[in-house]
C-alpha cells in the first residue's frame, strides 16, 4: 500500500510540482509528490529514483520508504522491499500503512502469525478508520483462507465490506463530467488504468465490488469501467461485480463475465487453437502435486516454467531446468496452487530474446512496446534497451509499423488473440521464434502501457504510447455518450 500525495492522472500536474520546486527547490514535500505524480503516471524507474532522492535528504522519510518497497514488492523484488518496509515501520511503528505492508509481506512469505499480529493491531488501534479496517479485515480473511478456514474468512469479508467502499477523484474540468465508476479490488488485480481518466473530461467514483449488495444505491455515473483485470488473483471480486454491473443501465468496459473467462491456463488452451501462433501448454496444479513423476505423467519436459498465480512483471516465475530442480523452484513460489508452463525457446538466431507488446483497444491493434534481453524472463525495466542503439531503432520500426514486424499472418493471428480475448480493453505479450512464429506469453486485461521517461532516447516511443492511451480515453467518453 502506498502513501500518496494526491491523485495524479496527466503529465501537465507533473509539470506543475516541477515548477513549484524550481521555486522552492528545498522544499522536500514537493520532491515526495513529484515521485509520486511519477509513480502514478506508470514511470516507475523515474519514481524509484525520486523516492530515492527523498531518502538522501531525509532517510526516515515515511512515504519514500513505504512506496520504493511498494514498486519494490510489485518486480517481485523481496529483499529490497522488505528492507524499505522494515525501515518505514522502524520510522513510524503506529502508522496504519505501515503495519499493512508488514503484514502483506509476511503474508507473501507464508509467515501467517507474524502478519496477523500487525493486522490486529491496525484493527484495536484504528477502530474508527474505515479504510485501515477494510484492508485489515480483507487481510485477516485472506490468511483464513489461506489456512482453509473459510468460515473464519466469511466473518472477515462481511466485517471488511459491511458498508459500501466509495470514494470520488476531484474534476478539473469547466463543462459538465463524464461520469466514470470504476470498479477495482480491495487486494491487488487492478489494471493499470490511472493515464485512461482526463480529469479534466471525466468524474471518476470508485467502489469495491466486494462492498456492493442489492440494497446499495450506486453512485451517479454514464459508464463503467470495470479496472478488476485479473482473474486469477481476484476472481472473487469479479464475481461480486457480476451483480453490481447487472443493476446499472450504463454501458460496461471490460465486463467482470469476460474477464473472468480470461485465466491463464484457460486462455492459452484457446489461444493453442490460433493458426501461426504458439501458445504454450499450461496447467494449473495444487502445489503438492507439483512433482517431477506428476510432470512427466502429464507430458512437460524440461526445461520447463513455474509461476504463482495471479502476480505479474516476472514476480514469483521461475524455471527449472531439470527435474531435480522442480522442488528447489517450488518451494521458491508462494501460493497454494501454481502454474507449470512449456517452455518454448523464443530467442533469435542472434541469441536475444524479444518481448513484444500489443495492446487491443476496442477491437484495434496498437503496439506500445518491444523490449530485448539476453535472459529468458523479458521485461522493459531490465532490457538491454538504453544502451543499445540497434535495439531502440528495432522497436521504433516495431512501433511504426506492426504489419512489418509480425507479417499478414501475424497480423492475422493478433487479430484474432484480440478477438478470442474478448475484451474491450486488453492486450498480449509475445515473443518470435527462431523461424518467425508468435510465442504467446500472456494475454489478459493487465497489460499495462508505461509511458517512457524524458530522456530524449525515448522520443520515439511517445507517439505510440499516446495512440493507445488516447483510444481507451475517446472509447470511454464515447461509451458514455453512445451507449
Known sequence: MRVTAVPFSDVSQLRAIERMIEAKPGELRLHFARACALDDLGRPDDAAAGYQAVLERDPRHFGALTNLGSLALARGDMVRAWMCFHRAFDAD?????????????????????????????????????????????????????????????????????????????????TGDPVRVLILTAAHGGDVVSNLFFDDRVVQRTIMMPESYAPNVVLPQHDVI??????????RATLERAIPLVAASPAPVINDPRAVLRTGRAQMMAQLAAIDGLIAPRTVRYPRAEITPERLAADGFAYPLLLRSPGFHAGAHFERADTAADVERVVALLPGTELYAIEYVDAYGNDGWMRKYRVAFVDGVLYPVHMALARQWKVHYFSAAMSDHAEHRAEEARFLDDLAATVGAAGMQALTTVARTLGLDVGGVDFGRTADGRLVVFEANATMAIYPPGEDPRWDYRRAAIDRAIHAVRDMIVRRAVTP
Open 225 to 234: 469501467f470495470n479496472g478488476v483485470g485479473e482473474p486469477d488473483g481476484a
Open 93 to 173: 511503528p503506529n502508522d496504519v500503512i505501515g503495519r499493512l505492508n508488514m503484514a502483506q509481506f509476511y503474508a507473501e512469505q507464508g509467515a501467517y502469525d507474524v502478519a496477523r499480529l500487525h493486522y490486529d493491531f491496525v484493527i484495536a488501534n484504528r477502530p474508527g478508520d474505515a479504510h485501515a479496517n477494510l484492508h485489515a479485515n480483507n487481510g485477516l480473511a485472506a490468511l483464513a483462507e489461506r489456512e482453509g478456514d473459510l468460515a473464519a474468512a466469511a466473518v472477515y469479508r462481511e466485517r471488511a465490506f459491511a458498508n459500501p467502499i466509495v470514494w470520488a477523484f476531484p474534476y478539473h474540468g
